[in-house]
């Protein structure tokens, strides 16, 4: 199997979304390979399919005077909060090349965040009987969400590096009263270099999803890649 990797620097929660959905459909027809995007955002909240709105803390005006957005979007999940220093993957998969199970594909993309802490940052971590995501004790280190439309995924995870986890006491995290957030920083006291832990990832998720060939792209490429392809 093949997997393109799309590097990415800070980009706008919205454009992504935009172009994950381009990139789905182009998967859909079978016109690109299986794609994993790896980029942060500018601080937003988002409310997947079952977000309740009590569980934003602060109006939406006062988290946008102190610079975070709010987007409502059909990813799997509850409410949590991206920003600088976390990084985002996003995975548009055909699932007929993975047995077409949903839940394997999502077994594995949450052992390859724990493989890639373990690897790459000495950390332990582990999941919840009770709640999605990553964990290191009774903390949550990663946000998972996953869509599906005609066989092919969209949205994924969110891993807690450098980011600061202050705006999550500004909302519920996933509707969760009585647990915690951390990051790497947090449980190692060391600022990580976000494209390393990009590149670094990349390598663990390939490995994880058993893909035999690469190719690597910068989001500079990504619309003449889109254009491309919608060309044949």
């Given at each position: 199997m093949k997997l393109r990797i799309i590097h990415a620097p800070l980009v706008p929660y919205g454009e992504a979304l935009t172009i994950q959905q381009k990139l789905r459909e182009l998967r859909q027809g079978e016109e690109?390979?299986?794609?994993?995007?790896?980029?942060?955002?500018?601080?937003?909240?988002t409310l997947g399919k079952r977000g309740?709105?009590?569980?934003?803390?602060?109006?939406?005006?006062?988290?946008?005077?102190k610079g975070i957005d709010v987007?409502?979007?059909?990813?799997?999940?509850?409410i949590t909060y991206h920003g600088p220093g976390q990084l985002v993957?996003?995975?548009?998969?055909?699932?007929?090349?993975?047995?077409r199970k949903l839940r394997l594909f999502v077994e594995r993309l949450e052992s390859s965040v724990i493989r890639y802490l373990a690897e790459y940052h000495?950390?332990?971590?582990?999941?919840?009987?009770?709640?999605?995501?990553?964990?290191?004790?009774?903390?949550?280190?990663?946000?998972l969400g996953i869509s599906i439309s005609r066989g092919v995924t969209m949205h994924g995870f969110a891993l807690n590096i450098n980011c600061?986890?202050?705006p999550f006491s500004y909302i519920i995290p996933c509707g969760?009263?009585?647990?915690?957030?951390?990051?790497?920083?947090?449980?190692?006291?060391?600022?990580?270099?976000?494209?390393?832990?990009?590149?670094?990832?990349?390598?663990?998720?390939?490995?994880?999803?058993?893909y035999s060939e690469t190719e690597e792209f910068s989001w500079d490429d990504l619309n003449i890649l889109i254009s491309e392809n919608r060309t044949g």
């Open positions: 690109i390979p299986d794609t994993l995007l790896l980029l942060e955002h500018p601080p937003v909240v309740d709105h009590g569980d934003l803390l602060l109006s939406r005006e006062i988290l946008a005077q987007a409502e979007i059909d990813r799997g999940g509850q993957g996003y995975v548009i998969v055909n699932l007929y090349h993975h047995q000495g950390i332990e971590a582990g999941l919840s009987e009770e709640h999605v995501g990553v964990w290191v004790k009774d903390a949550k280190i990663a946000a600061d986890l202050t969760i009263t009585d647990k915690g957030v951390t990051s790497t920083r947090m449980l190692t006291g060391r600022e990580s270099d976000m494209e390393r832990a990009r590149l670094d990832y990349a390598g663990v998720f390939r490995d994880t999803y058993g």
